[in-house]
Each structure stands twice: as structure tokens, then as C-alpha cells.
């Protein structure tokens, strides 16, 4: 398969192929049926597939097959997928839609929802270990890596303090805490497996971590402006949810002007940690730049 330059082409290509995966490995797994069903239900709900697309987009950048990052892209977004069946729970956000589709728990209870979860969270690990394309220490560091920025000290800590931040007025800097974890300790991973599986020199993985730190940040605040500005048909969910369950977003602290400049100055921070690289960042570009612009 030849990659294609195009982001747009980039993202319709391996978007597919890593749904196709996804859901081809599950469903070759032995387990009861409803299991694999709400498993699936939620891998099928579309998205952006933004994480496994820059784990791959970086390995393109230095040259390599992105095809190497397929197993670990596809653990990615199932990490990813369970996260969010997690969080549309009536414990967690109490969501009814995901995506314009009815949430896991709406379809299937919400015992199955949290097996489902656990499900796709504990299988990720397993297809890292197991792909042959991958070499031992190659692996232990990205399962090592995955695990340290999905678990306490990254997406599930921040989800901690996103809840604990709630009804309670946050300064700048406890609200990026929060975002720095939850959001975007999975895009640092995304970026820096991509780095990983290229055989980046630490200098290069440097840049790469203040790259993903940039568009981390930028990811989440642009998400809050969409929970204000966006539509529930273009973002698959209700809008203002954030404000009704009173919680500290950037359009709240600064106003919708100053998250917006806050917004374009983590941009600029991240495209300036790409121009410290030797290699062809061309899509890693357009993808914060793509952050920033998206409407969903």
C-alpha cells in the first residue's frame, strides 16, 4: 500500500483500515456474543480516528511504513473507544448520545457497557505483544508508555480531576493540568510511538512530546468552543453540556476571544517544535491545523 501525501486521502485511507482491523481482530475472538457485540457496536461509531492518524502520520514523517503502526494505532483507539463508553456512563457525563448514536450504555445496560470497556482496555495490550512486526524492547517501551499515559498518571488521573474540578472555579493552570492528562497524555503517546516505531533519536522525541503537548492543549480548547459554538448535529452530541454540569472550560475562564487566542498560540507552539525536526512533518502540520479548524 502506498501512502498517500493528502491528509484528507491519509485519513480516509488508514481511518478504514484501522476500523476494518479493529473489528476483524475482536471478532476473531472467542468470547459470548454480546460481549463481542458491544465491543464492536462502539469500534463501528465512526469518529475522527485523530489518534491512531498521528501515530501513523509520524511514522510517515520519518520515512518509514506507517503499515508498522497498524496493531499499535488500533490498540490506540481501542484504549480510546473504552474511555469514552466509559465516560458517557450515568456515574461519569450520564450521556445518551455518542457520535449521533445512542451511547453503549443506551444499547446494552450498563453492566455491558463497563465489560465492554474493559474488554477493549485489557485486549489492547494484548495485540502490542503479540505483533510480530514489532521487536521485544520495542514493545515492553510502547506498552510501558501506553499504559503511563492511559492510566493514573495520565487519562484516567485528569479524568479524576475533571471531576473533582466540577461546581469549582479553576484558575489557567489547574484547567490545563486537567487537559495535559485526560486529553492529552493519548496524543503524546500517539506522537511518540510514531517516534518509537521510527527509531527516533531522543532529541527527535523531544520535539515530537512539545508537539503533542501543543496540540494536546489545543484539542481541548477547541472542544469547549465547539460545546458552545458548534451544533448537536455537527458534534454527535448535545452542546453546552459542559456548562450545565458547571465546569471550568477555557471560553469560561477567558471568554470566547481569549480561548480562541489561546488556542492559535498552542498552534503556533506546536508547528514551531516540528521545525526543529529533519523530516518531512508535512501531515503532522495539517493535523494541528486541522484541530484547530475542525467543527466536530
Known amino acids: 500500500m502506498n501512502p498517500p501525501t493528502d491528509l484528507k486521502e491519509f485519513q480516509q485511507q488508514y481511518g478504514e483500515l484501522i476500523t476494518s482491523h479493529m473489528v476483524g481482530t475482536v471478532q ?20 475522527k480516528r485523530i489518534r ?27 484504549i480510546h473507544t473504552y474511555s469514552l463508553i466509559h465516560d458517557d456512563l450515568p456515574a461519569m457525563d450520564d450521556d445518551d448520545l455518542r457520535r449521533g448514536k445512542p451511547t453503549n450504555h443506551k444499547m446494552f445496560g450498563e453492566a455491558m457497557a463497563i465489560l465492554a470497556g474493559d474488554g477493549l482496555l485489557t485486549y489492547s495490550f494484548q495485540i502490542i505483544a503479540e505483533d510480530m512486526e514489532l521487536s521485544s524492547n520495542m514493545k515492553i517501551k510502547l506498552i510501558a508508555l501506553l499504559a503511563k499515559c492511559a492510566g493514573p498518571q495520565g487519562m484516567v488521573g485528569g479524568q479524576v480531576a475533571d471531576i473533582e474540578g466540577e461546581n469549582k472555579q479553576l484558575s489557567v493552570k489547574e484547567l490545563e493540568n486537567i487537559h495535559v492528562h485526560k486529553t492529552g497524555k493519548l496524543l503524546t503517546f500517539s506522537v511518540l510511538a510514531g517516534g518509537i516505531i521510527s527509531q527516533a533519536t531522543d532529541e527527535e522525541l523531544g520535539y515530537l512530546e ?58 503556533d507552539e506546536a508547528l514551531t517544535s516540528l521545525n526543529h525536526l529533519t523530516v518531512d512533518s508535512s501531515l503532522l502540520s495539517e493535523i494541528a491545523q486541522l484541530i484547530v479548524v475542525r467543527n466536530h
Request: glycine share 8%.
Open 52 to 78: 491512531p492518524i498521528l501515530l501513523l502520520a509520524t511514522i510517515k514523517a520519518f520515512n518509514k511504513n506507517p503499515m508498522l503502526g497498524l496493531n499499535v494505532a488500533s490498540s490506540l483507539e481501542m
Open 28 to 47: 476473531n475472538l472467542s468470547m459470548p456474543s454480546i460481549l463481542k457485540e458491544a465491543m464492536t457496536y462502539s469500534l463501528q461509531a465512526g469518529g
Open 210 to 267: 512539545q508537539f503533542a503537548y501543543h496540540i494536546g492543549l489545543a484539542f481541548q480548547i477547541q472542544d469547549d468552543i465547539l460545546d458552545i459554538e458548534g451544533s448537536e448535529e455537527m458534534i454527535g452530541k448535545p452542546v453546552g453540556s459542559d456548562e450545565s454540569k458547571h465546569k471550568s472550560t477555557y471560553p469560561r475562564l477567558l471568554m470566547i476571544k481569549g480561548a480562541k487566542e489561546k488556542l492559535h498560540f498552542h498552534l
